[in-house]
């Protein structure tokens, strides 16, 4: 017996509409979502059925509350027709404009991890449910749960495990600087969650995305998701950090970026515009084998044509890293170079992206004695202070390495980076 006209299974559970969302799904999908329903009765799927699919994926809770977000009827003869399994699932499916605006086309599904994953036995702190009063996005039916710290490193862990391999990011505790920073106000509403997200892991529905995916490849006893979700998954695996040598090594080659910390980067990065996915950081320079020089530093950077990640740590304890677009041009004082893909992250003690803004253009300096490159007889003639800065001005920057790249300085706000 073949499929119905409307493209449901032409089982006793087939719908009699097309399923509104329907449109959100590639054929690849459809195909993999209708072997999957396959597996239901006359009702359609069951608890059980969504235990199967989603057990390894998500806790008891989390699959209860997304069972229930498309079940019909109630206790154990509660079943998720095939228009709600489409639809319901439609809300893991990227919004239109992911491309221009990752964070905003994403809100959505990152709303619906809240929904899965916030603790029936925690409330929003007040303090932010004023901050969601400020941004005009209160909502009293949804404060009667909240994303606390046990809930919010559930929902890391299991997002984190779909983008590594088995060693993975080293446990939940390696997450604790980005829980830091999510929670620096309180447990969190879902207004609250999805503003936090959307600046600092904009990208975390594409994984939620895939974890879902996933889970209806699980349920269809397919070996492997939609070609779709595993473009996605090949999209956000963790980036492998590649030492000097070229190999990749037991340990990580910097001392400052854990995977942890590379994984919530790679999320709010934007992914090249050829669409190829970067799945490796290959080390250029560091201070722990080459020392501090800006010699060295300007002999690696000058002629490389790739995106950077500059990774600094301080002696106070406060580590940051700055992302650059474009490749690196000596220059003179006053001059800036990159894009608004560039941006700024506080590593430790608590992580947070600032993604550059459309008010400044100074997004990174590399001011050097550019009549002294290749004399070194003119070096220090000119009185030059060579540095590398990102943000704020020339007389001002927000971050920045001077002195040999002995000293530097980071501060928490400038017109360039949020």
């Known amino acids: 017996m073949g499929n119905s006209p409307s493209g449901a299974p032409a089982n006793a559970a087939a719908a009699l509409s097309q399923p509104a969302q329907a449109g959100r799904f590639d054929e690849d999908e459809l195909v993999l979502l209708r072997r999957a329903f396959a597996k239901g009765d006359a009702g359609g799927l069951s608890r059980a059925q969504f235990g199967t699919a989603f057990g390894a994926m998500l806790p008891t809770g989390a699959i209860d509350r997304l069972f229930a977000r498309m079940a019909r009827g109630e206790g154990p003869l509660a079943r998720v027709p095939w228009c709600a399994w489409v639809d319901g699932l439609a809300a893991w499916k990227p919004a239109s404009g992911a491309h221009l605006n990752p964070g905003l086309a994403n809100a959505a599904r990152l709303g619906v991890l809240w929904e899965l994953m916030a603790s029936a036995d925690a409330q929003p702190d007040p303090r932010v449910l004023e901050l969601d009063k400020a941004a005009l996005e209160s909502s009293?039916?949804?404060?009667?749960?909240?994303?606390?710290?046990?809930?919010?490193?559930?929902?890391?862990?299991?997002?984190?495990?779909?983008?590594?391999?088995?060693?993975?990011?080293?446990?939940?505790?390696?997450?604790?600087?980005?829980?830091?920073?999510?929670?620096?106000?309180?447990?969190?509403?879902?207004?609250?969650?999805?503003?936090?997200?959307?600046?600092?892991?904009?990208?975390?529905?594409?994984?939620?995305?895939?974890?879902?995916?996933?889970?209806?490849?699980?349920?269809?006893?397919?070996?492997?998701?939609?070609?779709?979700?595993?473009?996605?998954?090949?999209?956000?695996?963790?980036?492998?950090?590649?030492?000097?040598?070229?190999?990749?090594?037991?340990?990580?080659?910097?001392?400052?970026?854990?995977?942890?910390?590379?994984?919530?980067?790679?999320?709010?990065?934007?992914?090249?515009?050829?669409?190829?996915?970067?799945?490796?950081?290959?080390?250029?320079?560091?201070?722990?084998?080459?020392?501090?020089?800006?010699?060295?530093?300007?002999?690696?950077?000058?002629?490389?044509?790739?995106?950077?990640?500059?990774?600094?740590?301080?002696?106070?304890?406060v580590s940051w890293a700055a992302y650059v677009d474009t490749p690196w041009t000596p220059s003179e004082a006053g001059r800036f170079f990159g894009s608004e893909d560039c941006a700024l992250f506080a590593l430790a003690p608590r992580f947070h992206a600032f993604p550059a803004t459309k008010y400044s253009g100074n997004y990174c300096s590399f001011v050097q004695n550019v009549k002294a490159i290749g004399n070194p007889a003119a070096r220090g003639q000119a009185g030059v202070e060579e540095l590398v800065g990102f943000g704020g001005a020339a007389s001002r920057y927000r971050a920045s390495l001077t002195e040999d790249l002995t000293r530097a300085i980071f501060r928490h706000s400038c017109s360039t980076y949020a």
Do not use: K
Not at 175 to 204: K, M, T
Not at 238 to 251: D, Q, T
Not at 257 to 265: E, M, Q, V, Y
Not at 286 to 292: F, H, K
């Open 140 to 317: 009293d039916e949804l404060e009667d749960r909240a994303l606390d710290e046990p809930s919010l490193f559930a929902l890391l862990v299991c997002c984190a495990r779909h983008c590594s391999d088995a060693q993975g990011i080293g446990g939940a505790s390696a997450l604790e600087p980005v829980v830091a920073d999510a929670l620096l106000v309180g447990s969190l509403s879902r207004a609250a969650w999805v503003r936090w997200a959307c600046a600092c892991v904009p990208r975390l529905g594409e994984v939620a995305e895939l974890l879902v995916m996933r889970g209806v490849a699980v349920l269809a006893a397919a070996s492997l998701p939609s070609a779709r979700s595993m473009r996605v998954a090949e999209e956000r695996w963790m980036p492998r950090l590649v030492g000097l040598s070229g190999s990749e090594e037991a340990e990580s080659p910097s001392l400052v970026l854990t995977p942890a910390l590379t994984w919530a980067i790679s999320l709010a990065v934007p992914q090249p515009s050829n669409g190829s996915p970067i799945d490796e950081w290959r080390l250029l320079y560091t201070s722990a084998e080459q020392g501090l020089s800006m010699n060295r530093w300007r002999a690696v950077l000058v002629g490389y044509g790739g995106p950077s990640l500059v990774v600094v740590s301080m002696s106070n304890g």
